[in-house]
């Protein structure tokens, strides 16, 4: 103890007093207390994945025992999509998509909003073309005993 107490010295600090230490162990467990908050409630966190945990194998299941309602509610809101959980975009990657349903109903006879595929002469023409193209050039229709020529 004189040892430390001439450290302290050199440096220019008072020694240690064990009143001194004894009142800021005091002054530091009376704000844990002021600050701690008793938690009783503990459940499942429904937002981690884990693994379903088996019974013993010696021990009969407790046939009395119900599920529990307000755990499963629980995690079935965790496995909704966002759109259903809250009522806002939590975030702002969600507010792309969030709102996906169309501003107008689909109406084919309108023509402003409606650009149907419109057949023109080199459409046909090119149709045509490829519907009596020769097969011998598709190498995805090949018999299989037909060899490649290679140079």
Avoid: C
Avoid at 126 to 139: G, I, L, T, V
């Amino acid at each position: 103890m004189a040892e430390t107490g001439t450290k302290d010295a050199k440096k220019g600090r008072e020694p240690k007093n064990q009143v001194h230490q004894e009142a800021i162990l005091v002054e530091t467990i009376r704000k844990e207390m002021a600050n701690q908050k008793l938690y009783t409630n503990y459940s499942v966190n429904p937002f981690k994945k884990t693994d379903a945990l088996t019974p013993k194998p010696n021990v009969y299941p407790d046939e009395s025992a119900g599920e529990d309602s307000s755990f499963i509610d629980i995690i079935h809101r965790a496995n909704l999509e966002p759109e259903k959980k809250y009522r806002e975009p939590q975030t702002t990657s969600q507010e792309i998509g969030w709102f996906h349903e169309p501003l107008l109903k689909s109406n084919r006879a309108d023509p402003r909003l409606n650009f149907p595929m419109i057949r023109s002469e080199i459409s046909a023409y090119a149709e045509e073309y490829f519907k009596f193209k020769p097969k011998k050039y598709d190498k995805s229709l090949r018999q299989p005993g037909e060899e490649t020529k290679s140079k």
